[in-house]
């Protein structure tokens, strides 16, 4: 007799899970998905290059209703299919419109959201996060009949947005609290050199701004942002995209311990054996997460232990950092800023466009920036994970692995 | 037009034939031997098929300047006439001097004698030749009462033995030495011997080499004549019917085998087979040069050769005979025309009254000096002193070649009136001169020139010369005729000078002279336009000249006969001791001439040896600290330079090499002059320049590293650096004591030239370990590289000397960095790879980036699919990992399948 696996959402993550576990032991479990948006599963990395274009939605589909039908996966998705609440006693699961589904195996993979400035404006109309398909929906809608958009947050989600929303030609400001782009990413000549190529493609930025308002006409939309210098920019669409918090309302409620995230342990199960979590709802040895690489592990990872091979375990590994702008070639890893003890290498043709920095510590990578050339990133995130010792290749190593493995 | 000129090589004494393709309207030339010249028969060496390289007019002097000021050839001339005139009459004749050399043509030297000793009536003109040769001429004139070379090259091919003593023909002598070689490699019987404290390449030859101690040569060639009579191997008719004092000769020269081999220190069994060759072979060359003459007994060294031919009446006949290797294109015309002080004129001389009195008669002057003027040496110590207030100093670089140099220097940065007259700008000597006037190139040049074997050859204007340049003896008399001295030196063309010359060789000679040219003296100028290469003497006796001289047993002393000379055999003057326990040899290098005014300037001479070198035996290196390649502080009682070490057994144990050419114009510590003792010989007065005590220690820098520039920069001082002219670039090697506080500001005031374009930098920086290395690129093209390597920060103080040096090491040759300079644009992955200072290595080109995640290009996807037969992105996936992990390039690989 098969067990039952219930998901809580339909996002990447939960879907990788299941597609691994497909893979594992295809006739362990009856799966059944609950997801809130009314699609089947797709690719939400993708969604920037949905705004500028480049990709349709249909291209970002990863896995259509009929694949669902096809693996015998029993799919809920749309608003009403929210997840409301989690009976663990009984081990079940409500959703909104009274649909559930008793579980042996509860995979929590609800995602984030994205974080709102708490200021005075931010529930007018217009001013949205960018997070999914609907999102991207209303930034279409909105370059088609407005020009001013600012975009709240200079991370790589916020100058995708800005990217998508110049290619859609709107007069885009993207603001930001630091004043160096990326900054839990690039160091300072880098993120120079980020920033002029963004401005070449029109990009307009406001930096280490501090934000004090947003302000709106009687319809109650926006139409202005105040800054604490006094200074204000125009504004028909606000995007903001200064971070996401784990969505772990549900388990908080369902008394499953939380801090920031839902807190799971090396093999992505919670504090209730039969529940487990994978995603950016999770906390593992104190990280949450944010991008699509640790998921993906997570997620090879969760499949392992519920088709009860159960020998792999999660090692948070530093995560390397794209941006996926096109023509823009960025990496980032590790410890990029490093500290006292550490040393730095550089390689700079800034005509060229290529800034390269690695981070040395005793006798170790331990960090990289790469713009412009990214040809070794992978390279320097194996030498970084397996922490070798680059003493012998050092002179080579920032000119990349055809030259210091020669 | 293209026309071929035949002329003749201005470097070394051998004297080659020059058949030069001149492209006039290019001004470029194409070199090549000229193969009727009996010198060369068209054989060259590297420096000589390098000339068409060296006639560019960058770095000419080609304006006369007046206290650095351009001016005309009148205002310089009046200036040097009035001047001259001036410091004669406040202090007399002795108080102005010329120094010329062996670089000048027949001509040119003729006139600037006359005047000095006819006209000014000083003895005061001496010559480079003075550094080189003094001795040679010293001890021909004791032993056969002239300064005659006896033999010819034809002689190399009819020895059985050729002694090479004291030079490193190899390299000095490059096609007289493959000239021997051929000879051995035809009659492989022929024997040839080296005598040097140094196993220099032309051991390579060698069927024995005698590594003597320095300076012990007297002693080895005693024991020879010892030897030879113990072995009663003597010419005895020979000694009684044509020489005289052979008695006191070979008592003075009582030393045997043992008492040899341990003054010289040699083996005995070697030494023992010389001599016996010597005695057992009647056909013996003794070729000597620098390691013979240089030295404070050298005139003696000479003679102990000398008396051992004379002993065996090895002399005067084919294949046999002492032979003195000159090593200037003209020292034997500057000896024949009178260049050394004591020296009058025409192998006349200030120790005959007679002479003196006939030379005027001829020059119909009445102001002849009357006594030797200053050698070289001391020349140079009177204008140091003040004694001599006016000095013109002719083609010849004295502040790098004489020993003490750093006193000549300051004996000239002293001096109230210097005028050198030079083809080339800037020289360490032209740069301490209040006029310069410019002298015309070897390529311009019109007159005679004799090599080692008395063959005068014509060289020949190959071109209009250049700017402002003139004909060093139009120079002089223009002086000349400013002195009030019109009448004697009205000449229009050399031809008429070298017609007085050879009038003045016949001068009353009847055969008491060796040197006799009097068949010139009527000669046409169409005659003298077409000169072929003849052997003097020249006279009615021998109208095509004379391959041999003494071949009759009769020389030019008194008596008619050689004289043996007693040689009681001196050491160097100043022994090694405790504060300076080695002992420094120098000497010159295969593809340098000279101060290298002119060998540098051709890219192709500068790659053999770049940068000066000490050569140390691997014993000295261990007990002095020195690593193979780390850079050495030589230092002497006199001065000091420094340079890279190289670690060889071809040293002998205390004894360290290095070599004679580089000047301040090329580096910044490598003049050796400024080492060597001013010790001279008390005959010759020749300077002991293959024998000055040293201590050597590691030159520590903070840093080294090498710059190469598509421009001659101006440096920056750091404390140690070699230019190095290459073919679109300069090579700079470098070292400093200090780090500069930032390696970026350094390159960029280091690196920058005037060019006005905007530079783009590449840099790498690896300051931990000491790293610095920047490019500077102009529409992609390479202007300059600096590759650093230092003292990191993470180094303990103490490690890094050592670090450095091993850091040095592990920079990347510069082969592959000079020839991008070739190159009018970079391609991509060559600038990728600069700063590497390797070509790019199995760096495809990937083409554009499709897969973010994991760097896969699309041309790596297509070169997959296709090789690999790849059907699904699934199996690019496997076989590449692209789209494996965001998987957002996945339809791009679809589009590719």
Redesign the interface.
Known sequence: MKQRLVVIGNGMAGMRTVEELLTAAPDKYDITVFGAEPYGNY?R??LS?VLCGE?TIE??V?NNRQWYIDNGITLYAGEDKAVARIDRINKKIYALDGTFAGYDRLLIATGSKAVIPPISGNDLEGVISFRDIVDVNKMLAYSRSYNKAVVLGGGLLGLEAANGLVSRGMDVTVIHNHEVLLNRQMDRPAAKMLQTELEQRGLKFKMAAKLKQLSGDEQGHITTVSFEDGSQLECDLFITAIGVRPNMALAQEAGIYCERGIVVNDTLQSYDPSIYAVGECIQHRGATFGL??PL?EQAKVCANHLSAHGAAEYITLPT?T?L?VTGI?LFSIGDFQGDVNC??????????GIYKKLV?KANKLIGAVLYG??????WYQELLEKEDNISDI???L???K??AV? | MNKTIQTTCPYCGVGCGISAKVDDAHHRLKISGDTSHPANFGRLCSKGSALGETIELKGRLLQPKVYGRETSWTEALDLVADSFISVIDKYGADAVAIYGSGQLLTEDYYVANKLMKGFIGSGNMDTNSRLCMSSSVAGHKRAFGSDTVPGCYEDFEQAEMIVLIGSNAAWCHPVSFQRIRAAKEANPALKIVVIDPRRTVSCDIADLHLPLASGTDAVLFNGLLHFLSEQNALDSAYIEAHTEGFVEALNTANVDIEQVAKACRLNKDDLHRFYQWFAGHEKVMSLYSQGINQSSSGTDKVNAIINCHLATGSIGKPGMGPFSLTGQPNAMGGREVGGLSHQLAAHMDFSSADDIERVARFWNTSNIAQKPGYPAVELFDAIYDGKVKAVWIMGTNPVVSLPNADKVKQALQGCEFVVVSDCIADTDTTALAHVLLPAQGWSEKDGTVTNSERRISRQRALFKPAGGAKPDWWIITQVARRMGFEQAFHYQSPVEIFREHAALSGFENNGLRDFDISAFANMSRHDYDRLQPTQWPVNQAYPQGRARLFDDGKFFTESGKAKFIAVTPRLPVNPPDQDYPLILNTGRLRDQWHTMTRTAIAAKLNQHKAEPFVEVHPVDAQSYGLVGNSLATIESHWGSMIARVQITDSQLPGNVFVPMHWTEQYASRGRMGALVNSIVDPISNQPESKHTPVRIKAYQPAWQGFILSRGELSMVAPDYWVKVKGEQVYRYELAGLSLPENWQEWAQKNLSDNDGATP??????????G?YRAAR?VNNQLESVVFIAAAGS?LPATAWMQEVEQRRE?LPERNWLTGLFAKTELEKAE???L??G?PP???AD?GT?VC????VGEKTIQAAIREKGLKTHQEVGRCLKAGT????CV?EIKALL
């Not at chain 1, 550089?346 to 060229?352: G, I, K, S």
């Not at chain 2, 973010?852 to 760097?855: D, H, V, Y």
């Not at chain 2, 992990?885 to 957002?888: K, L, R």
Request: some cysteine.
């Open positions: 690719n990395i993708m290059s990709k291209d970002i990863i699509v690489a993906f390397a794209k996926k070639n040393e730095y290498i550089h390689f700079t043709d800034p005509a060229v040395i050339d990214t040809a070794d990133g992978s050092r002179d080579m920032i000119f990349g055809a030259y020669a | 783009q930098w590449q840099e790498y920086q690896d300051p931990a370990q790293n690129i993470a592990r600038r990728m790879a700063l590497t390797k290595v199995g760096v990937v980036i973010a995640c994991f760097n992990n965001c998987g957002s339809p």
